[in-house]
């Protein structure tokens, strides 16, 4: 079955530090990855996708970067943080059939609180 | 596709009663259809999906509706429980790679 992870559960940075936040898929190949912030008591917003490595779509534009170093490895990024930047982050993925249309399922999020 | 919304719409609803939370959803030519279920602190869980061939499609205790017509989407939970005390969202595929999601709509169960 497949499993994903995201680490670390909670950060609590400074303004102006920088951010790593990493996102792993076990038990699928060439998925489809996903970044999502979610504001407190508001809905999902799409920041970066990727289908494949090294490939990467951003959304809007922002402080943050995405890369996908390995198929099954997503990291979100920033050189230097804003306290905009704090919410939870959630990473998902999606299987790729072709002439399907699939569901994505979702990590269990990162809480980022940026003082 | 962003989602946007200030405050969550919530529904209250009695436990042992049944819920329907509604969705609309913007685009005619979507072709898939997923509620989540998002408890605190966590990631959205998946429920159940429908595809636009079909009108009803029933899990536990779930039945989603889809309404072509009116652009209308809607999650039936049967015999509502504290455990289903969550934020539910519905989502439509927007292209090949993305989601749509619906602002949210907030279930409190009453014991």
Known sequence: ?115 | GESVGLHLPTLSVQEGDNSIINCAYSNSASDYFIWYKQESGKGPQFIIDIRSNMDKRQGQRVTVLLNKTVKHLSLQIAATQPGDSAVYFCAENGSSYKLIFGSGTRLLVRP
């Open chain 1, 1 to 115: 079955s497949q499993t994903i992870h995201q680490w670390p559960a909670t950060l609590v940075q400074p303004v102006g530090s920088p951010l790593s936040l990493e996102c792993t898929v076990e038990g699928t190949s060439n998925p489809n990855l996903y970044w999502y912030r979610q504001a407190a008591g508001r809905g999902l917003q799409l920041l970066f996708y990727s289908v494949g490595i090294g490939q990467i779509s951003s959304e809007v534009p922002q402080n943050l970067s995405a890369s996908r170093p390995q198929d099954r490895q997503f990291i979100l990024s920033s050189k230097k943080l804003l306290l905009s930047d704090s919410g939870f982050y959630l990473c998902a993925w999606r299987p790729v059939r072709i002439g399907s249309v699939d569901t994505q399922y979702f990590g269990p999020g990162t809480r980022l609180t940026v003082l």
